[in-house]
């Protein structure tokens, strides 16, 4: 129904699809779990560097968010209507993976995902060490976000890859 699901929790048994869809979820599912984490990919034709986004004030979620492992873990606030605020109220830590492209496969997003779930199930004892998993040696801890927007439109060529550090002043793409 175009409309976006993660704005649709908790949902309602007679509503539009997305919000049919989240009730039985957090009917479901979600009324059940004691841990989340929500896989999401960028927007259309977007890519993301991998990411772990979560409150991490809260002891749990930043214990969750250290052992998964992602380049990049993001303080982000709760949404109205998304699925991390579905499980805040039900008391479940919940984590949202960022990486990669929409409708694309990126392994090495992939790759990192699967590590970063495996090390976050070890860590609450779902299953016992498997080795290799969150292989991660550092987090860079990012205590808010914001998208950076072109001026103009045109042909676009960045001098700086996804995941580089800058610093003000640098000149991160010419168009």
Do not use: C
């Not at 982000?76 to 805040?88: F, V």
């Not at 860590?123 to 072109?150: H, K, L, P």
């Amino acid at each position: 129904d175009r409309r976006d699901l993660n704005r649709s929790f908790p949902g309602s048994e007679k509503g539009s699809l997305a919000a049919r869809i989240a009730y039985v979820f957090d009917q479901e599912i979600l009324s059940k779990a004691t841990h989340g984490i929500d896989l999401h990919t960028a927007a259309v034709h977007r890519t993301n560097l991998p990411q772990i986004r979560g409150s991490l004030d809260t002891p749990e979620v930043r214990k969750l968010a250290l052992a998964f492992g992602a380049p990049v873990m993001i303080n982000a606030n709760i949404r109205d209507g998304s699925l991390r605020q579905a499980a805040l109220e039900q008391g479940i830590p919940m984590l949202v993976y960022e990486a990669g492209e929409a409708l694309r496969f990126s392994e090495s997003s992939i790759k990192q995902g699967v590590r970063g779930i495996l090390a976050i199930m070890e860590e609450i004892g779902m299953i016992d060490r498997v080795g290799s998993a969150g292989t991660q040696n550092s987090t860079y801890e990012a205590r808010s976000s914001y998208w950076v927007r072109a001026p103009s439109s045109g042909l676009f060529f960045p001098k700086k890859s996804l995941g580089s550090h800058v610093a003000k002043g640098d000149t991160i793409a010419v168009i």
